[in-house]
């Protein structure tokens, strides 16, 4: 009886212990609950006056302007006010997150979560990274594709479709690198994409100038003949001209030496 009774109170002792470790942390716990639910109301609302801020101060506007639709149909959902009120939505509520790891007393759930706040930083600068170069590939590729038909490339598409694969490549491997992902073979990756479009690029502009260059060439051979032309057309008449000059001026040296008539000898 004695052994029995023993294991009752250690179960009993262990019981009350966990109920009052329960009811202790019901506060801690509560407190928690209404920290995040705070932090979520107040997220939503910071989240929806960024968003109508910059929905009146234009941006959605300017960015469909200059190249939003490069995105298609989910271009909506990266208008700079939605991307800007997501991103400081999430900010605020890691920011009551991790009020309400320490309210619970969890030190390693709330270390967590201040480095993920700290890593955030480069989260914003990789998004702001890819957000901005599919629009700058698509300027580019533009100007190339203009510049290059204007300049008589046959494959002047080609060259821009290069130009903004390339921007948007680079643009990738910068936002990976700034996240901390991989970086020697980010790295690698990168020499390696460099030299691949820097020979395609080549080739391109290769295969695709050729009628150009054939064009230049013609043409400077065309001026040069033509201006060789000329000076010899131009020493032609000045030989002529002092040949021509020549006999009218010896007749006028005879002319001039010619003995006059004494106007006084005498008559027979």
């Given at each position: 009886m004695t052994g029995v009774t023993d294991w009752g109170d250690a179960l009993f002792l262990s019981l009350t212990n966990a109920l009052n470790s329960f009811l202790n942390a019901i506060p801690?716990?509560?407190?928690?609950?209404?920290?995040?639910?705070?932090?979520?109301?107040?997220?939503?609302?910071?989240?929806?006056?960024?968003?109508?801020?910059?929905?009146?101060?234009?941006?959605?506007r300017v960015f469909a302007k200059h190249g939003g639709q490069v995105y298609g149909a989910r271009s909506t959902a990266f208008q700079p006010s939605v991307v800007a009120a997501e991103i400081v939505k999430w900010i605020v509520r890691f920011i009551f997150l991790v009020a309400a790891a320490n309210v619970l007393g969890m030190p390693q759930v709330s270390l967590l979560l201040n480095q993920v706040l700290l890593w955030i930083p480069n989260l914003l600068v990789a998004a702001v990274i890819l957000l901005v170069a599919p629009l700058l590939a698509r300027f580019v590729r533009g100007a190339i594709e203009v510049g290059a038909g204007q300049m008589g490339f046959s494959n002047a598409s080609l060259l821009g479709r290069i130009a903004e694969v390339a921007i948007v490549a680079f643009a990738v491997l910068i936002a990976i690198n700034q996240l901390g992902i991989a970086a020697d073979l980010i790295n690698i990756l990168f020499i390696g994409l460099v030299a691949a479009i820097s020979l395609a690029f080549g080739l391109a502009f290769g295969l695709g100038g050729r009628d150009v260059a054939a064009r230049i060439t013609e043409d400077w051979y065309a001026g040069m003949s033509s201006a060789t032309e000329k000076v010899i057309e131009a020493a032609n008449t000045a030989d002529h001209s002092t040949s021509s000059s020549m006999p009218s001026s010896a007749s006028s040296l005879r002319t001039s030496q010619a003995p006059e008539t004494d106007s006084g000898a005498i008559r027979p």
């Open positions: 801690q716990v509560i407190g928690a609950l209404l920290i995040i639910v705070i932090g979520w109301v107040i997220s939503n609302v910071l989240a929806r006056i960024v968003r109508e801020l910059l929905e009146r101060a234009g941006a959605d």
